[in-house]
């Protein structure tokens, strides 16, 4: 089942702009991460962000999470060529207090020109 | 430190063949484990999960199965490929998690692309 949804799907930008990802879910969550995938690659943990934080910021990396509004957002500040790759959101499910594995959206494609 | 390996990276193999994919953990113990399939362009789509060995959950039925024979590895098998089953596969894991907890961050492998002709 489809838990997160990335918008853009594809987002191309020169380098220095900042670039912005938003990620929607449809049911309430525990936390909500963010993984970074390069071409060809596996997926690279981002950063985590649980459901009782508002914004959470790891070097040039800004999430917020808006709960009310099932969604959060991926700020890269000052992008570089090598940012250039595809970007996920990952949600848990809650079922009843249920296992609950991550869900991954479809992705963000972002293209960083020099 | 914790690492991920999987093999091969790359595999093309006939339709109605049969299919491999090994990933093994190094540094942890008991960890979750998981495959994902990700086709052209898309997101994950967890296949199987594994909190132990013998232990394995189906997320989706399919024509691949898998296997936990050791605390540290995991299997993705197949008897008979079909042309759907091509893709990008990716193994991943996570520290145990207590019931009721939230899932920890996962750490993938890098991943096996495969091709079904």
């Known amino acids: 089942s489809q838990q997160g949804e990335e918008d853009p799907q594809a987002l191309s930008i020169q380098e220095g702009e900042n670039a912005t990802m938003n990620c929607s879910y449809k049911?309430?969550?525990?936390?909500l991460q963010w993984y970074r995938q390069n071409s060809g690659r596996g997926l690279v943990h981002l950063i985590l962000?649980?459901?009782?934080?508002r914004e959470k910021h790891s070097g040039r990396l800004r999430v917020t999470l808006d709960t009310s509004k099932k969604s959060s957002s991926l700020l890269i500040t000052a992008s570089r060529a090598a940012d250039t790759a595809s970007y996920f959101c990952?949600?848990?499910?809650?079922?009843?207090?249920?296992?609950?594995?991550?869900?991954f959206g479809k992705g963000t494609k972002l293209s960083v020109k020099p | 430190s914790q690492t991920i390996h999987q093999w091969p990276a790359t595999l093309v193999q006939p339709v109605g063949s049969p299919l491999s994919l090994e990933c093994t953990v190094e540094?942890?113990?008991?960890?979750?484990l998981y495959w994902y399939r990700q086709a052209a362009g898309r997101g994950l789509q967890l296949l199987f999960y594994?909190?132990?060995?013998?232990?394995i959950s189906s997320e989706v039925p399919q024509n691949l199965s898998a296997s936990r024979p050791q605390d540290r590895q995991f299997i993705l098998s197949s008897k008979k490929l079909l042309l759907s089953d091509s893709g990008f596969y990716l193994c991943?894991?996570?520290?145990?998690?207590?019931?009721?907890?939230?899932?920890?961050?996962?750490?993938f492998g890098p991943g096996t692309r495969l091709t079904v002709l």
């Open positions: 991943a894991w996570s520290s145990i998690r207590t019931s009721g907890r939230a899932p920890d961050t996962q750490y």
């Open positions: 049911t309430s969550i525990n936390n």
């Open positions: 962000i649980r459901s009782n934080e």
């Open positions: 990952a949600t848990d499910e809650v079922y009843g207090g249920s296992q609950g594995n991550l869900i």
């Open positions: 540094g942890t113990s008991n960890p979750n």
């Open positions: 594994s909190v132990g060995i013998g232990q």
